[in-house]
């Protein structure tokens, strides 16, 4: 039976909608031009990011299709998913953090234990989870690390995807998307050993964007436009830190270094300065952060350090 009301406080689902997730999916302006959107990206969510990206992105929502972001940890797959959503639906969009156990339940919805058993599995027990609410909202939903998730569940994310619908059996329910901003950013990282692997059937669906770590310069633009403007990140320093990276992503290191970690190397290092009474970040200061940051697990550490005292001039 589909949905006859229109109005949410009409409709006790999606009164709880409203009342769970309105303060969560805030809404604001769309903003569907690519050109504009990559000028909105880097002054309001301080993301640099092509424009062919973003205008992949939204001809795959034009048609219908789903997105796949696809690369290593760190090249920003998640914070630009979520922000061209946002842009995109003119609604903060919701995450999915996949893992094995994910099930329709916990994203759909599910009943209150005590409230069914006393009044049994109807509107008033059932629990909406975030993928009904953004359907009902008409957000976007990035369905992060997929690869985590079972085949079941991928498919039934399809399903909801292609047909734009979501049934509740339970409920004898319809729920259908009312308007353009409900779309799917799936992001993957196809080097994660907790994974699974996704479907010739999924391929085949979804628009598949790869991302990789970004060029010198760009990096460069990114770490000055995420870290402070004092103590000064020199020339010299920054190449030194730019250097180091691309080392480190070419060694036998199990946690790669990605941009998140570039951002953050150079924000400590800045901290340390000033802690130091510096006006401008010292290769002291840059070299003890950077133990700090980018050793993630014991036997990463001497391959860091090697990298870091050959960069650094120090071996």
């Known amino acids: 039976m589909e949905m006859a009301h229109t109005h ?20 604001r302006e769309p903003v569907r031009s690519p050109s504009l959107a990559v000028k909105v990206l880097e002054r309001e969510f301080r ?8 205008a992949l992105t939204y001809a795959a929502f034009m048609n219908g299709r789903p997105v796949l972001f696809e690369g290593p940890p760190g090249t920003g797959k998640t914070e630009v998913g979520e922000a061209l959503l946002e842009l995109w639906a003119g609604r903060k969009p919701f995450l999915l953090p996949c893992s094995e156990n994910y099930d329709e339940y916990k994203v759909i919805g599910d009943f209150h234990p005590l409230i069914a058993m006393r009044k049994g599995f109807n509107e008033e027990s059932f629990i909406p989870r975030p993928l009904l609410a953004a359907l009902i909202l008409d957000a976007g939903v990035l369905v992060d690390e997929i690869r985590r998730s079972s085949e079941d569940f991928q498919n039934m994310l399809l399903d909801v995807v292609d047909k734009r619908r979501i049934i509740v059996p339970e409920l004898k329910r319809v729920f259908r998307a009312r308007g353009p901003g409900f779309q799917v950013i799936f992001t993957s990282n196809p080097e994660d050993i907790a994974q699974n692997e996704l479907s010739d059937a999924f391929l085949r669906r979804v628009v598949r964007i790869p991302f990789d770590y970004p060029p010198r310069e760009v990096e460069a633009r990114i770490i000055r436009l995420r870290s402070d403007s004092e103590p000064r990140l020199d020339s010299n320093v920054m190449n030194l830190i730019l250097g180091t990276l691309e080392k480190l992503r070419r060694s036998g290191l199990s946690h790669k270094p990605g941009t998140a970690e570039a951002v953050a190397w150079a924000r400590m290092a800045q901290a340390l300065a000033r802690l130091r009474g510096r006006s401008v970040v010292s290769l002291e200061d840059a070299y003890d952060a950077a133990m700090g940051v980018l050793v993630k697990r014991v036997e990463d550490e001497e391959i860091v350090d090697s990298v870091l005292r050959e960069e650094f001039g120090l071996a």
């Open 47 to 54: 993301l640099i990011v092509d424009e062919r990206i973003v």
């Open 8 to 27: 949410p406080e009409r409709d006790p689902i999606e009164a709880k909608v409203a009342e769970i997730y309105g303060d969560v999916a805030r809404p």
